[in-house]
């Protein structure tokens, strides 16, 4: 069965910091890798997505990706209450299918 | 409008009733999803529509049926529901059939079975 595991959480930073966000793959097919943003009682919301190993950068988000290690991670910066979220990782294989991990929760003291 | 909306937002239904879900995309993109969302489990992937043609059927049970008339609008019609299909229903959208691409989500039907 193709997952995408995640920490569940929560993951407590204090604000100001970097939140760092992980998650692995097992199908070492999978080809592209998303990050959304889902606040409570809301939809999911795109972060990022990347397809190349290495780092992408987005204003105060970094995803990296090692396809190698099947690992996906995402970096937020100066890390702010707002970016307190559940955050979905996602990996695609090509067709149509997209299998997301369960969630990690972020919470971010003020 | 813009986005995808679906509706309605809250679902209280019975075992026995007939409803239906609605969602709409005003991004003119050409594949649309289902998915269901339950407490503390993954995103699962229901169906996949392409250009109005279902491409996958992620072994749904059959009273669940999807229904894709144009490339902007999906129903997903329930009949004979149990308890255990209790969830957030979402919909989702994306530019081109493939997944390549990201995806844009509608809010989603909150789906309570009595």
């Known amino acids: 069965q193709k997952e995408v595991e995640q920490n569940s959480g929560p993951l407590s930073v204090p604000e100001g910091a970097i939140a760092s966000l992980n998650c692995t793959y097992s199908?070492?097919?999978?080809?592209?890798f998303f990050w959304y943003r889902q606040y409570s009682g809301k939809s999911p919301e795109l972060i990022m997505f990347i397809y190349s190993n290495g780092d992408k950068e987005d204003g105060r988000f970094t995803a990296q990706l090692n396809k190698a290690s099947q690992y996906v991670s995402l970096l937020i910066r100066d890390s702010q209450p707002s970016d307190s979220a559940t955050y979905l990782c996602?990996?695609?294989?090509?067709?149509?299918?997209?299998?997301f991990g369960a969630g990690t929760r972020l919470f971010v003291k003020a | 409008e813009t986005g995808v909306t679906q509706t309605p937002r809250h679902l209280v239904m019975g075992m026995t009733n007939k409803k239906s879900l609605k969602c709409e995309q005003h991004l003119g993109h050409n594949a649309m999803y289902w998915y269901k969302q339950s407490a503390k489990k993954p995103l699962e992937l229901m169906f996949v529509?392409?250009?109005?043609?279902?491409?996958e059927n992620n072994s749904v049970p059959s009273r669940f049926s999807p229904e894709c008339p144009n490339s902007s609008h999906l129903f997903l019609h329930l009949h004979t529901l149990q308890p255990e299909d209790s969830a957030l229903y979402l919909c989702a959208s994306s530019q081109a059939p493939g997944s390549n691409q990201p995806q844009h989500f509608g809010d989603g039907t909150r789906l309570s079975i009595l």
């Open positions: 199908d070492r097919g999978s080809q592209s």
């Open positions: 529509y392409s250009l109005e043609e279902r491409v």
């Open positions: 996602a990996a695609t294989t090509g067709g149509f299918k997209t299998i």
